[in-house]
């Protein structure tokens, strides 16, 4: 098995351009979520998700989008890219709930210019 | 909103000194985990805690989750350079909603 994957590893984009980060997972695991991490504050959910057609906004969703059209992918959309969305984005994933152990992808790291 | 407060932020230690790092919540905790990220990498699941007093050792790696359910502590014993890296705490958020809600952290330094 090859885990959470997540493309791009890094990513350079100019403000206001927008982007999809890709994140797939092969465990069949039916919770999915996104973090970003920033220096000193730690892992903030973004959106999750509990199964297939199922979103929900985190702690920071303004200027992403998400979607789950399968079990194996979540993407995160940023639609006009700010210097704020700078950040290490990761992806992980858990069997059948939030409270299990989360599989981490080897995340994103984005610059926004 | 649920917060988990994670304290200290940053620990230097000497290779052989003891570290801990602990998690506090407001609310009551229905469960708690523990994970660990090197630098560099991605965070990397240790051990998931659930009943109130629980104690759960891995080798030097100690686990305790406080009789109220709203704190949380790992003790590492005879710290070695392996154990670098950022340890976080995380738990249910408050609410009923399914989100996990991470702490901001422990960095761990370990001066050989």
């Known amino acids: 098995n090859a885990g959470v994957t997540q493309t791009p590893k890094f990513q350079v984009l100019k403000t206001g351009q927008s982007m999809t980060l890709q994140c797939a997972q092969d465990?069949?695991?039916?919770?999915m979520s996104w973090y970003r991490q920033d220096p000193g504050m730690g892992l903030r959910l973004i959106h999750y998700s509990v199964g297939a057609g199922i979103t929900d906004q985190g702690e920071v969703p303004n200027g992403y989008n998400v979607s789950r059209s399968t079990t194996e992918d979540f993407p995160l959309r940023l639609l006009s890219a700010a210097p704020s969305q700078t950040s290490v984005y990761f992806c992980?994933?858990?069997?059948?709930?939030?409270?299990?152990?989360?599989?981490f992808g080897p995340g994103t790291r984005l610059t926004v210019l | 909103g649920q917060q988990v407060m994670q304290i200290p932020q940053y620990q230097h230690v000497q290779e052989g000194e003891d570290f801990t790092t602990y998690c506090n919540s407001s609310t009551t905790l229905s469960n708690i985990q523990w994970y660990k990220q090197r630098p560099g990498g991605h965070p990397v699941f240790l051990i998931q805690?659930?009943?109130?007093?629980e104690v759960k050792k891995q080798k030097r790696l100690t686990f305790q989750f406080g009789e109220a359910k709203k704190n949380s502590s790992l003790h590492i014993t005879a710290t070695q350079t392996t154990d670098v890296g950022t340890y976080f705490c995380?738990?249910?958020?408050?609410?009923?909603?399914?989100?996990?809600?991470f702490g901001k952290g422990t960095k761990l330094t370990v001066n050989p």
């Open positions: 465990m069949n695991h039916e919770y």
């Open positions: 995380a738990g249910p958020a408050q609410g009923g909603s399914e989100k996990l809600v």
């Open positions: 992980a994933s858990s069997s059948r709930t939030y409270y299990n152990e989360q599989f």
């Open positions: 805690l659930v009943k109130s007093g």
